[in-house]
């Protein structure tokens, strides 16, 4: 089983919607954890990185929040525009084993 | 300053055949890590070097494995090709190591492999 899970899949919104994706995981203790934009054949680009004892952090329209009570984080995106069709990785580094744990990605389609 | 830089970009090996691929950091990053990206596994993590020594290294067999020189450049070998090897590699840098807190990594355009 992942030990980062990402929800949904695949989501489609309009140009101007917001939306929430949804990482759920089960890595612990955890010292940090990352959202990333990959765009269709390029490397990530970091959004947002959270130590364990930050709630919030936000980047432009860009907002992931953080629950390490529920093992809960999530990224809100704001009046979103064409440009923001990418994937979106939720990344979780174990505090023990120091390795970077990827989660499958959301893929996210905004149409005009 | 430029990025991440990657070569090659795009190449193709037959089964049993070996290949390396190349990464030039971002200037004054000393930690260079590597990662593996397929539709069906996701991006994983492959090993970190940090000052010429292998920081940290994930799950995969000793086929994979990589270097880094002392002007921060790395390579990264494998060996005996086999079919679920194609993927795309990314390379990513950073000033320290790559799962510090507080400490973005840069990640390159990656070098897509198919192997046949």
């Known amino acids: 089983k992942n030990q980062v899970e990402q929800s949904p899949q695949s989501l489609i919104i309009l140009e101007g919607k917001n939306c929430t994706l949804q990482?759920?995981?089960?890595?612990?203790?955890?010292?940090?954890l990352r959202w990333y934009k990959q765009d269709t054949g390029r490397g990530p680009v970091s959004l947002t990185i959270m130590t364990f004892s930050e709630n919030t952090k936000s980047n432009g329209r860009y907002t992931a929040t953080l629950d390490a009570d529920t093992k809960q984080s999530s990224l809100h995106i704001t009046a979103s525009q064409l440009s923001d069709s990418a994937s979106y990785i939720c990344v979780v580094i174990g505090r023990d084993t120091d390795k970077l744990i990827f989660g499958t990605g959301t893929r996210l389609q905004v149409f005009p | 300053k430029a990025g991440v830089t990657q070569t090659p970009r795009y190449l193709i090996k037959t089964r049993g055949q070996q290949v390396t691929l190349s990464c030039s950091p971002i200037s004054g990053h000393r930690s260079v890590s590597w990662y593996q990206q397929t539709p069906g596994q996701g991006l994983q993590f492959l090993f970190e070097?940090?000052?010429?020594?292998?920081?940290n290294k994930g799950n995969f067999p000793g086929r994979f494995s990589g270097r880094q020189f002392s002007n921060s450049r790395s390579e990264m070998n494998v060996s005996t090709l086999e079919l679920g090897d194609s993927a795309l590699y990314l390379c990513a840098s950073s000033l320290a190591g790559s799962t510090a807190s507080g400490n973005t990594i840069y990640f390159g355009e990656g070098s897509w492999l198919t192997v046949v």
């Open positions: 990482c759920n995981y089960t890595v612990s203790p955890f010292s940090n």
């Open positions: 070097y940090f000052s010429e020594t292998q920081r």
